[in-house]
């Protein structure tokens, strides 16, 4: 069953803290991206990764890294998270970058209080 | 970079009607174009996409028209239905920078009985 797992689902953190969005995929893709969903502003690319320690800022990288040491697993982290960082997560995956279908996970839901 | 622009933002139609999505985006280079649903609470998933040495394509009850001179795409679902009811996202490819997944701001769509 093709997957892209994203944990946690729900995560509540105080400002000033560090946080840590992990995903894997189960189908060898190279590439995986980090978005960020905010109402009225649709999907924000923040990184792409096109395979291990190979990766690009997107649109919104400001405040994030990444981190891609195996192909099936793709970590963003936000060092002392900010209260405009609450949004939903989602992480994706794809065979490769051109005319191939995007993969989405369940997402995870991030409030900085 | 690569901006796509969606319009509407919101649609109502009555159920049974046809709904019409309309995307456009800058780069020339953009050869893939797909559109994503998404459901209440869910992930993203692709529902079809259209490829740039195509005009039209058509998976049911939904088609794709492809206008490269003037750089936009739309989407069009024939006899809706309220299952048809969710939030809709156009995207493209940024070939310009590393073919990167560009998303518009989406379309959230109501149909009504």
């Known amino acids: 069953d093709m997957k892209v797992t994203q944990m946690p689902r729900y995560l509540i953190k105080r400002m000033g803290e560090n946080v840590l969005l992990e995903c894997g995929q189960d189908m060898s893709h190279e590439t995986m991206y980090w978005y960020r969903q905010d109402p009225g502003l649709g999907l924000q690319l923040i990184y792409i990764?096109?395979?291990?320690?190979?990766?690009s800022e997107g649109d919104i990288p400001k405040g994030y890294r990444v981190s891609r040491k195996k192909r099936e697993h793709f970590s963003l982290i936000l060092d002392s998270a900010k209260t405009n960082q609450t949004s939903v997560y989602f992480c994706a995956s794809s065979l490769g970058t051109t005319n191939t279908e995007v993969f989405f996970g369940k997402g995870t839901r991030l409030t900085v209080v | 970079g690569e901006q796509v622009e969606q319009l509407p933002s919101i649609l109502r139609v009555q159920e049974g009607s046809s709904a019409s999505i309309n995307c456009s985006y800058e780069d020339s280079a953009s050869n893939y174009f797909p559109w994503y649903k998404q459901e209440p609470g869910e992930n993203p998933k692709l529902i079809i996409d259209?490829?740039?040495?195509?005009e039209r394509k058509q998976i049911q009850e939904l088609i794709v028209l492809l206008d490269k001179k003037a750089k936009r795409f739309s989407l069009h679902i024939t006899d809706t239905q309220p299952g048809d009811s969710a939030m809709y996202f156009c995207?493209?490819?940024?070939?310009?920078?590393?073919?990167?997944?560009?998303f518009g701001i989406g379309t959230l769509l109501s149909v009504k009985p």
């Open positions: 259209i490829r740039s040495n195509m």
């Open positions: 990764s096109y395979d291990v320690d190979s990766n």
């Open positions: 995207a493209a490819i940024r070939g310009s920078s590393g073919n990167k997944l560009i």
